[in-house]
């Protein structure tokens, strides 16, 4: 299962430049609202020091990271969900994402034109985070008749999802987004098949300008959006498009010694898959043959079962036991026979819930 996550923000805020840094895709970044028109998708190797160190132990014919899916998409205008601009048709391509990412811009920079005529941080995301909520109490009003109408027929599933569409037609009426909706487990399944936007969980992204970037501190439109965030719960990660796009360009110690020199301890991509991956509750264990060492990315608090289903649906039906070593008894041990000498090497049943960094070898029959 790779991450995805969908890139919005308003025109010229750095939402191209952040996503041609992250996935080198060359996507068309341009200093005019849409440049954007088609959605850009780009796929990103999740960086693991842990990974290169067990392909050191194992040696394998092949090594494969796990994956982060990034979608941008154009620009959104105020007035988007009543077609503004390009209106929301591109909100439908980022539906299906686990999280949203939104560029906020926090420089000034009198060659780069701002949509409203004015940096203002607040404004930006209030204007975004309602075309989003428009967006979704349209979905949920084309819903509505029809599952009213069952419900008055006293249909069972009809009555339980009615009541969903009721809370989610009041918040959304009341410009509150779906997330701040409590449901109980049974509700939520009839929330997510409705692939409502506000109800992902959201990562603000704050672009500041390179001379900014060591003192955010002091940065007062990047302590509004904390503020912001802190208030909805929401997480906020501090980057400079531009000198992440000069990072891109970079690979191993070169990339360290140009952060080293920057005073930054990770790039903004680490930050923002860090990030992501603890908002969504995400973690990773690893397989590690003669032919392939994988990084395979989870939901913590997963079984053996579920987790071996994230392999093949085969491995979850066919569960009959996990090989299981933890990364760090098997790195101090310096190899898989060792471990095994030492104990450290555990036969795990159904109800194991795997944590993150073990290694895995799954048992199953079909």
């Known amino acids: 299962m790779s991450l995805t996550a969908g890139i919005v923000g308003l025109p010229n805020v750095g939402k191209s430049t952040l996503f041609n840094a992250i996935t080198q895709a060359g996507a068309l970044s341009a200093n005019y609202p849409f440049a ?18 067990l392909t050191e132990l194992v040696k394998p014919q092949k090594t494969i990271p796990t994956s982060f899916e990034f979608t941008d998409i154009a620009g959104i205008v105020e007035g988007a969900s009543k077609g503004e601009g390009l209106g929301n048709q591109f909100l439908s391509h980022i539906r299906q994402v686990d999280a949203i990412c939104h560029v906020v811009r926090c ?3 009198d060659d780069i034109t701002h949509v409203s005529g ?49 809370k989610l037609k009041d918040a959304l ?19 997510k098949s409705l692939h409502l936007l506000t109800s992902k969980p959201i990562l603000y992204v704050a672009n500041v300008g390179e001379d900014e970037l060591l003192d955010v501190e002091n940065n007062a439109k990047v302590q509004q959006v904390k503020e ?16 992440e796009s000069e990072i891109a360009e970079l690979q191993g110690e070169e990339k360290q010694e140009f952060l080293d020199e920057l005073g930054i301890e990770e790039s903004g991509l680490d930050q923002l898959i860090k990030t992501s991956y603890d908002m969504l509750g995400l973690a990773t264990y690893f397989t590690a043959g003669e032919k392939e060492v994988r990084a395979w990315t989870f939901k913590k608090g997963m079984t053996a079962p579920q987790a071996a289903g994230v392999i093949h649906s085969d491995f979850e039906r066919g569960f009959i036991r996990a ?19 030492q104990g450290k090497v555990r036969l795990e049943g159904k109800e194991y819930l795997v944590k993150d960094g073990d290694v895995i070898h799954f048992r199953f029959n079909v």
């Not at 954007?36 to 160190?53: A, M, Q, S, Y």
């Open 36 to 53: 954007t028109i088609d959605p850009n998708v780009g796929i990103v190797e999740v960086p693991d020091h842990r990974l290169h160190k």
């Open 107 to 109: 420089f000034s920079d």
């Open 118 to 166: 004015r940096v203002d941080p607040i404004s930006d995301i209030e204007t975004i985070n309602l075309e989003l909520i428009l967006a979704d109490l349209e979905t949920v009003m084309k819903r509505y008749p029809k599952v009213e109408k069952m419900a008055k027929q006293k249909d069972k599933d009809a009555t339980y999802e009615f009541e969903v569409l009721e």
């Open 173 to 191: 009426e009341a410009e509150q987004p779906a997330r701040s909706v409590e449901f109980t487990k049974e509700q939520m399944k009839y929330v």
């Open 228 to 243: 912001y965030a802190a208030n909805e719960g929401a997480s906020v990660i501090v980057v400079c498009a531009k000198v």
């Open 323 to 341: 090989e299981t070593v933890s990364y760090d008894d098997l790195v101090n041990a310096g190899s898989e026979s060792a471990a095994k000498d």
